[in-house]
């Protein structure tokens, strides 16, 4: 498929117009007898292979690839290697292996998914592409128009290592939204898979009644109890507890990656610790990833924000750290009420003395919540309370964005997400 629509990193891809999703989409809904065929280890070794390839960034699919991707997702190059190696880490062989067994059990569907992906994460493209090849169920990847290059790239390199996935895989950019060009493409679409806003979301299960599943804005958080008496970060003798500085190295990973876009990227942390303590520690941590990831371009509307947060956060007289403006910022928050983060790495910490009363907190954000890294004493407690509220990952800090291709994101298995 991809080698009728070329839309390889090489050349410019181009949106296609009516007549060319319609053929398509024809040759998408036929039966694929040399998927079905294709024997186990071959298809492990195609994905394995390509995924090894593109983790590589001295491989020549990233050498030719990350020019394009540094222009569309505005991170710096040591950022885009961070967040392509947690977004293609879960799916290699290990995880990839668990769907498959996980697809035995999983009844045939008819039709071909449609996955509509966002631009926010580069490499977001193998989450749904990994389920569906699990499911041996073609799939018709739709890019966005700010970031055209991730998905075509992937589906050629991994049609070159297993030439049955050619005619079953494609990905392609169009004018999202255009009826006259959308209805015959849902209409043959056996799945739809979006990630988007509320509106576009809304706009789309209107449009293809039954068949989405759809994945809105979300955000995620911390939780830090008290962490005990340590020695230093790491030690086996330290009573068990992360020590502060390890905890704030491991929260400064989860705001810093991805420039903080990420539904769970951490926009705020609630603690029983002295607050302006874990403050200072966050924002010396938030420093040191500056230099190790520095920040893309900041776009002016996060800047405003930012400068805006800041000067209510001087005004008010609260303790705060600010580094250079898309580097971080780091405010205590006494105010007990969960704020989403306006970016560029920042976050509002807010001092709770009792962290059962959290839920109760965050249930005006029912529905919104997306994961919980969690640390320190009786925060283990809170899952099934936050569980409640929507939140379907939990994790250490330093390790919530790095979710592998068998999490339940949104609470549902990702094979039952393209089970219509």
Not at 154 to 169: I, K, N, T
Not at 173 to 195: K, N, Q
Not at 213 to 223: C, E, I, N
Request: charged content about 20%; some cysteine; overall charge negative.
């Amino acid at each position: 498929m991809s080698s009728t629509y070329p839309l390889s990193p090489a050349s410019s891809p181009k949106s296609l117009d009516r007549v060319q999703l319609e053929l398509l989409s024809l040759a998408l809904a036929q039966p694929h007898p040399e998927l079905e065929r294709l024997a186990q280890d071959r298809l492990i070794a195609a994905w394995s292979d390509t995924v090894e390839a593109f983790l590589d960034p001295k491989s020549p699919e990233r050498r030719s690839l990350d020019p394009h991707l540094l222009g569309s997702c505005r991170l710096s190059p040591e950022g885009l290697g961070a967040g392509l190696a947690a977004v293609l880490g879960g799916v290699r062989e290990p995880a990839f292996r668990s769907l498959l067994a996980a697809a035995v059990s999983r009844g045939p569907s008819s039709g071909f998914v449609l996955a509509i992906l966002a631009g926010n994460l580069p490499g977001l493209a193998v989450q749904p592409l990994a389920a569906a090849v699990a499911l041996r169920r073609p799939a018709l990847l739709k890019s966005p128009s700010s970031e055209p290059w991730f998905a075509p790239a992937f589906v050629e390199a991994l049609g070159r290592r297993e030439p049955a996935f050619l005619e079953a895989y494609a990905a392609a950019t169009w004018a999202g939204g255009d009826r006259s060009i959308e209805a015959p493409l849902f209409a043959r679409a056996g799945r739809i898979l979006a990630y988007g806003d509320r509106a576009t979301l809304l706009d789309l299960a209107r449009r293809a009644p039954g068949k989405l599943f759809g994945y809105g804005p979300k955000t995620s958080f911390a939780v830090v109890g008290a962490l005990g008496a340590l020695g230093a970060p790491g030690d086996p003798e330290a009573g068990g507890s992360p020590a502060l500085g390890e905890v704030a190295a491991g929260l400064a990973r989860d705001i810093a990656l991805f420039d903080q876009r990420g539904c769970l990227s951490i926009a705020a942390v609630f603690t029983t610790l002295p607050p302006e303590e874990l403050a200072d520690a966050l924002a010396a941590q938030l420093a040191l990833l500056a230099q190790l990831w520095p920040p893309g371009p900041g776009e002016p509307e996060a800047l405003g924000a930012v400068q805006q947060l800041r000067l209510e956060s001087e005004m008010r007289g609260l303790h705060s750290r600010f580094l250079h403006p898309p580097e971080g910022t780091v405010i205590v928050e006494p105010e007990l009420r969960f704020v989403p983060s306006p970016g560029l790495r920042t976050v509002r910490i807010h001092p709770v003395e009792d962290l059962s009363r959290l839920p109760v907190i965050l249930t005006p954000w029912a529905g919104q919540l997306q994961g919980a890294a969690l640390a320190g004493a009786n925060t283990d407690a809170l899952r099934p309370a936050l569980a409640a509220l929507g939140v379907s990952r939990f994790a250490p800090p330093g390790e919530l964005q790095h979710p592998d291709t068998t999490w339940h994101n949104g609470g549902i298995h990702p094979l039952d997400a393209l089970i219509g």
